[in-house]
């Protein structure tokens, strides 16, 4: 079995001018990992976890682990 990781710091959105995020949070890693997919046709996934990070002192991040092979 292998794992592939993902990760982002959820920092630094751009934000509107009524405040609202312009894209969600997990814009950036759901792209990232839709596009390891399509180059991986052929694996079989065994699990999927997603854990995050960070607080007051340091930025959020969020980190998803697939399972696969």
Known sequence: MKIKMFSTI???KTK????RLKEPLHSEI???IQEW??????????DIKQS?????????KIIVSIFYE
């Not at 995050?52 to 959020?60: E, H, K, N």
């Open 52 to 60: 995050m990070s960070g607080g007051s002192a340091a930025p959020p």
């Open 10 to 12: 959820l920092y630094g």
């Open 37 to 46: 997919l399509a180059q991986m046709p052929n694996i079989k996934i065994h």
């Open 30 to 32: 759901e792209s990232d």
């Open 16 to 19: 509107s001018f009524s405040n």
